[in-house]
């Protein structure tokens, strides 16, 4: 069984909602986003922004992308600013008016995140305004990773202008799918990305404050190009106009072309391997996932794990506490063995957790009995695997002294509760 990303519009609690979820080939749920279908997303927009205020004791200023819509912009990593309203002498000054993105959404308390370093994300590569150097994704071996930037750079070079631009205008990331794909579906994307961004620069100083520059793509094709390329996926959405818009992306076909060869043989260099459906049976889609109950279990408190064992998850303003209990599990409860079982199966659902819920920032996890040298190098070393799936940035800190394992996943996007707190 292939994994399956499902994309469908639903009602939770009176309002509609777009709902992306991913599927791992044994069809056990992986992920859930939620954006409410009569609001725009914010997250990866671009703006002509203007300073409102500006907070000198923490070397940021507060930004509006529209009149009475306040983001936070963090002055100490503004290394490129493009203005189009420039008034005083110092970096940044109240009133000016200058090229935002969203980088970050409302989180919590907190504001949405503007920068004025610009990010243009393809399939892959990332075109970066305020890096200007050539970077390739770490999760790539150094030899293949000096391979693709010789490539990369060879394959500009035809470009009339690109190369020297590359290190002085603008940098590039070559992201993980660029390995997977002939270099010259990279140097088109190139392209693309060049020209998006050369006109940004040409047409902004001409547009007025609150101007949208450039709309991100929608939340759920950002997250389909994020699959790696050699996976065998199955794309399943029940919205035609969604549907047509994944198949204007170059690497996902519809599944019937998979029908009418009658082969599932293809390479990945030649090929997609993500094929799209459009599901039109009466039984809606939702209901035949189940995706309400899966939703309504996401936004518990206590998450009852195989063995009897449970988790309770509770989320605060300053970090989220992850306990583990042994519950039900009253077998040999006094067993060193039976203590390192729970505690690995806890591991593996606390990093699954992670990303349904979309927990981010600090998160302490409270496991049992960890008071071994060799329970804890275990432990760890059986969690930091589980949490290497996650495609958002996790980093497992380490043990306190009172035995609480403590780690930290980067803040993008809001967590699931709160993307449904209005509803």
């Known amino acids: 069984m292939r994994?399956?990303?499902?994309?469908?519009?639903?009602?939770i609690r009176g309002r509609e909602y777009l709902i992306y979820t991913e599927f791992d080939d044994r069809g056990k749920l992986q992920e859930i986003s939620a954006s409410p279908a009569d609001q725009d997303e914010l997250l990866g927009n671009i703006y002509i922004g203007k300073v409102k205020d500006i907070a000198a004791s923490i070397d940021a200023a507060f930004v509006e992308i529209?009149?009475?819509r306040r983001c936070f912009l963090s002055c100490s990593g503004l290394r490129q600013p493009l203005f189009t309203k420039k008034i005083g002498k110092k970096l940044i000054c109240q009133d000016e008016e200058l090229v935002v993105q969203v980088v970050r959404d409302a989180v919590k308390t907190k504001i949405p995140e503007v920068s004025g370093d610009l990010q243009l994300e393809g399939q892959y590569l990332v075109l970066t305004a305020g890096n200007h150097k050539l970077g390739v994704s770490n999760k790539l071996p150094s030899d293949v990773s000096m391979r693709l930037r010789e490539a990369f750079l060879n394959g500009i070079k035809a470009i009339p202008g690109a190369a020297e631009?590359?290190?002085r205008d603008y940098g590039c990331i070559l992201r993980t799918n660029a390995e997977r794909v002939p270099i010259d579906q990279v140097i088109l994307e190139y392209e693309k990305?060049?020209?998006q961004y050369l006109e940004i620069v040409h047409t902004a100083p001409h547009r007025t404050a609150y101007s949208l520059i450039r709309k991100a793509k929608p939340f759920y094709l950002k997250e389909l190009?994020?699959?790696?390329?050699?996976e065998e996926a199955q794309i399943v959405t029940d919205c035609p106009d969604i549907y047509e818009t994944i198949l204007q992306q170059q690497r996902f076909l519809p599944d019937m072309d998979r029908a009418a060869s009658g082969s599932d043989d293809h390479s990945a260099a030649e090929r997609p391997c993500c094929r799209v459906s459009l599901y039109q049976d009466d039984y809606p889609l939702s209901k035949l996932y189940s995706l309400e109950k899966q939703i309504e279990d996401a936004c518990r408190e206590r998450?009852?794990?195989?063995?009897?064992?449970y988790l309770v998850i509770t989320p605060t303003e300053a970090l989220t506490v992850i306990d583990v209990n042994s519950g039900k599990q009253n077998k040999g409860k006094d067993s060193k063995e039976n203590y390192r079982k729970i505690n690995l199966e806890a591991a593996d659902e606390i990093a699954r957790q992670l990303r349904i819920r979309n927990i981010s920032g600090i998160?302490?996890?409270d496991f049992i009995n960890l008071d071994t040298?060799?329970?804890?190098?275990?432990l760890m070393q059986h969690f930091r695997r589980a949490l290497s799936a996650d495609r958002v940035p996790v980093h497992l800190v380490d043990i306190t002294k009172l035995g609480l394992v403590e780690l930290t996943r980067k803040k993008v996007k809001r967590s699931l509760i709160e993307q449904l707190k209005n509803s």
């Open 3 to 11: 994994k399956r990303y499902v994309i469908t519009r639903m009602e």
């Open 66 to 68: 529209a009149p009475g």
């Open 165 to 167: 631009e590359l290190g």
């Open 193 to 195: 990305l060049r020209e």
């Open 225 to 230: 190009e994020g699959i790696p390329y050699e």
């Open 303 to 309: 998450v009852w794990l195989k063995s009897g064992a």
């Open 363 to 365: 998160c302490v996890v």
């Open 373 to 378: 040298k060799e329970a804890q190098a275990e």
